[in-house]
Every structure is written in structure tokens, then in C-alpha cells.
């Protein structure tokens, strides 16, 4: 059984930098989709960044991007997310999520298509 547990979460001022950290452990999960999704009070769950592993190609939402940055440490076997210049529209507490599976030639967005979880991460940013 897949296990994701996420670190790195916190308060911090805007403009300032986070990295969150998603362990990955149990199953076999060589060949998969992997996701940083957020949710903040009141709101609808969002996706931020996704990569497939191993072999690393990355996508960014476009309502951070040019902010965050999806990477992965195969060493630790954790998946990385780097925010930079956060802001208050960035509280929420974030989530990984993993979708076993080879490559399918496109991208899974949506966390309906994810069927593994961590149990999320708070990020608060505010002044």
C-alpha cells in the first residue's frame, strides 16, 4: 500500500519561500503520476503542480506559475514542491497525491484521477 506523507508546511510573510516535501513509501510506485494539489476554506480543490516519475517531466498550473517549481529527490524518494514569492492567496493547506501507472501520453489534472493521498500540509502566508 502506497504511503505519501507531506512536510514542510507553515506560516510565513509574503514574498518569502517554502519548500514541501512528499514521502513516498510501500506499493510499488516506480512508474506514476504524481500531484501537488491545495484547497483553502470555502474553496474548490485545486491543482498546482504534477510530475511523472521516474523519468521527471513536470507541469505547472498557470496561477503559479513562474512561482513554483515540482521536483524529485529519487535519493530520499520525495516529491518536492519550491513556492517562491508567496502570498495570502496562497494559504491553504496542500496535499500530494499519486496515480499509479505508465505513461499515457497526456496529463492528469484533476484530483479525481489520483488514488493515493497524503494527509495535507498547511501553508499559511500573511502579514
Known amino acids: 500500500q502506497v504511503q505519501l506523507v507531506e512536510s514542510g508546511g507553515g506560516s510565513v510573510q509574503p514574498g518569502e519561500s517554502l519548500i514541501l516535501s512528499c514521502a513516498v513509501s510501500?506499493?510499488?510506485?516506480?512508474?506514476?503520476?504524481m500531484g501537488w494539489f491545495r484547497q483553502a476554506p470555502g474553496m474548490e480543490r485545486e491543482g498546482v503542480a504534477w510530475i511523472y516519475r521516474p523519468l521527471g517531466g513536470t507541469m505547472i498550473a498557470d496561477s503559479v506559475k513562474g512561482r513554483f517549481t515540482i521536483f524529485q529527490d529519487n535519493y530520499k524518494d520525495t516529491i518536492n514542491l519550491k513556492m517562491t514569492n508567496l502570498q495570502p492567496d496562497d494559504t491553504a493547506m496542500y496535499y500530494c497525491?499519486?496515480?499509479?501507472?505508465?505513461?499515457?501520453?497526456?496529463?492528469?489534472?484533476?484530483?479525481?484521477?489520483?488514488?493515493?493521498w497524503g494527509q495535507g500540509t498547511q501553508v499559511t502566508v500573511s502579514s
Open positions: 497525491a499519486l496515480r499509479l501507472g505508465q505513461w499515457s501520453g497526456g496529463w492528469y489534472y484533476s484530483g479525481r484521477d489520483y488514488n493515493y
Open positions: 510501500g506499493g510499488t510506485h516506480t512508474w506514476a503520476y
